[in-house]
């Protein structure tokens, strides 16, 4: 049976798995993850000894992810960032950032009191944000010989939009029945959010350019060279005597802010990656974490991490009230609004409002926050 599990043969087996979970994903809505299935099958298949726990580890998906991958994301979602979007929104991203002080006094006080300093502040990050968080602060766990609390993680991620679709779907139409009532809706009454154009760079091989050299070498190129500048830079503010190594400049913080920089003055292409024919692999060797984290559960350990789970996630809720991004935040706008009883027009008025402020939201908090906080957050953990 062992000849069986070549890293081929768990490379297939990993595929079916999340195939199955992305449908179920569609069918719930976005409400069951295919990250849940994936953690029950694998976590299933471990303690049953049906899978072995090197299955993952054999593909090497999660040495990639951690060696290239992890830059390359995060520089590409830097680009993805519309900073006049953001500006336009300035109130949304004022409350996205202040709901996230929020969330970190939860941690600090409350879930500590109850849960534990690990716990509590290893569910942080993940809430604040979604996979890339979890990410960070399970890296952060195994190099502290805490594999468990990287696990416990990822379950944060994977469970999150059970608590924060709903809460997010009752607060979305509490605010379009307080607009219906003002009379605050009209159609055609929101700019498109896009609209402002940037002033960019328009040399040949920039932004752009010709379509022969939008290639995939060429634009991977571009986000691997800016990975590799953040990488030093970052570097340079090493902590001098940290144990573990610190930074004043964490590294996913410097990847994140140099995909943001490089990709408004044009130097990079906006989801150049997914222009590129990458991005469906990067994603891959990210999915591959989470039953890669589980290797060393235990049943006794999963079972200590419940009351956890829920209670990081429900004080989560009360200090932050989102617990997602995207697409969560266009999946739970879109099915409000469709549900609601009024005229198309109205939905789309309503939709032109709403949207903008949720997907700015969760830019904020998922895309850039999150990131800076887990950098922040993680080597005060252990």
Not at 27 to 41: E, M, N, Q
Not at 43 to 65: E, H, N, Q, V
Not at 238 to 258: H, R
């Amino acid at each position: 049976m062992e000849n069986l599990w070549t890293p081929l043969f768990s490379m297939a087996v990993f595929l079916a798995v999340f195939a199955v979970g992305d449908v179920v994903s569609y069918k719930t809505k976005g409400l069951i993850s295919g990250v849940i299935i994936a953690a029950i099958v694998y976590i299933g298949g471990y303690w049953t000894g049906i899978i072995p726990t090197d299955s993952i580890a054999s593909t090497g998906l999660p040495t990639m992810l951690t060696a290239i991958m992890i830059p390359l994301l995060l520089v590409n979602l830097g680009t993805a960032i519309n900073i006049s979007q953001l500006l336009s929104e300035w109130k949304t991203v004022v409350v996205a950032l202040v709901s996230l002080v929020g969330l970190a006094l939860i941690s600090f006080t409350v879930s500590t009191w109850l849960f534990g300093r690990e716990y509590a502040l290893s569910a942080s990050s993940p809430i604040a944000g979604g996979t890339i968080a979890a990410i960070i602060t399970n890296e952060a766990a195994v190099a502290a010989g805490q594999p468990n609390f990287g696990a416990f993680a990822m379950l944060v991620c994977s469970f999150q939009m059970f608590i924060g679709m709903p809460v997010s779907s009752f607060m979305l139409r509490k605010e379009a029945e307080r607009l219906m009532a003002k009379g605050l809706i009209a159609p055609n009454a929101v700019a498109e959010a896009d609209t402002v154009s940037k002033k960019k760079f328009n040399l040949k091989i920039m932004g752009d350019g010709p379509v022969q050299y939008q290639t995939t070498p060429i634009l991977v190129l571009r986000v691997a060279i800016i990975a590799v500048i953040a990488y030093f830079i970052s570097n340079l503010t090493i902590i001098p005597g940290s144990d573990p190594t610190n930074y004043y400049l964490n590294p996913n913080v410097a990847y994140l802010l140099f995909g943001i920089v490089f990709g408004e003055i044009g130097f990079l292409v906006k989801n150049g990656l997914q222009k590129a024919g990458m991005y469906g692999f990067t994603m891959l060797c990210l999915y591959s974490l989470t039953p890669n984290s589980f290797t060393s559960v235990t049943p006794d350990a999963l079972l200590d991490m419940v009351i956890p789970l829920v209670g990081t996630l429900v004080f989560g809720a009360i200090g932050m009230c989102a617990l997602m991004g995207y697409p969560g935040t266009q999946i739970v706008t879109d099915d409000m609004v469709n549900a609601l009883s009024v005229s198309s027009e109205e939905k789309t008025a309503i939709s032109d409002i709403l949207l903008p402020k949720m997907l700015v939201g969760g830019f904020t908090t998922v895309s850039i926050a999150s990131v800076v906080f887990a950098g922040i957050i993680t080597p005060l953990i252990w």
